[in-house]
């Protein structure tokens, strides 16, 4: 064994590398898809970050769906950037507790709906179980990025009236990317049987 390596075993060397490279994936892919949102569906927005179609939110299901805490990490990560660049009116507590909500707040939908969730349940994807994730996660979402908004008084937001955009736009981001995740694992998996 290499010198170094003697206070960190190689398993362990290996596990963070894979952790860290995860995050790094998870940020890179949501900060692209909300670029990809800008691009293509910014006539959905009502006010910066709420959306009757939101693609980014689709992204957080399917990256913590596949990464677990290190995609929550790598969301986190991306929504500080996005922050920064896009919406200068989120600053302080209010920057940190959104980062910790777009990240967090699937991870704990999923935890919700799968309190057991793992990799190998996902060739198990039902349309009830999909809905119920994509259900629970755009609730989820909506009342806690509007309960942060509303305590911090966030410029422009409107908590009785963003709700339902941001409770909707979630809802079908999640729904189109879930269902084309299940698509893409049914093609694996006869491409596999064949």
Known sequence: MHRTAQYMPMHKTNHVLEAGL????????????????????????????????????????VLVWVGGIYGATGIFVATMLIDVLHMQDIQGLM???????????????????????????QSRLTSTRLLTFAGTYALLNAVLHQA????????????????????????????????????????????VAH
């Open 95 to 121: 920057f940190l507790w959104t980062g910790m909500v777009s990240g967090f707040g699937p991870l704990l939908a999923l935890h919700l709906v799968w309190p057991r969730h793992s990799w190998q349940q």
């Open 148 to 191: 942060v908004w509303w305590y911090f008084q966030r410029e422009g937001s409107v908590a009785t009236v963003d709700f339902w955009p941001m409770f909707i736009g979630d809802l079908t981001g999640s729904v189109t990317l879930l269902y084309l995740w299940k698509f893409a694992l049914t093609v694996r998996t006869r491409a």
């Open 22 to 61: 995860i995050v790094l994936v998870a940020a890179v892919l949501y900060w692209l898809g909300f670029e990809l949102q800008n691009w293509l569906f910014k006539f959905t927005e009502v006010i910066p970050g709420v959306n009757w179609f939101y693609l980014p939110g689709g992204l957080r299901v």
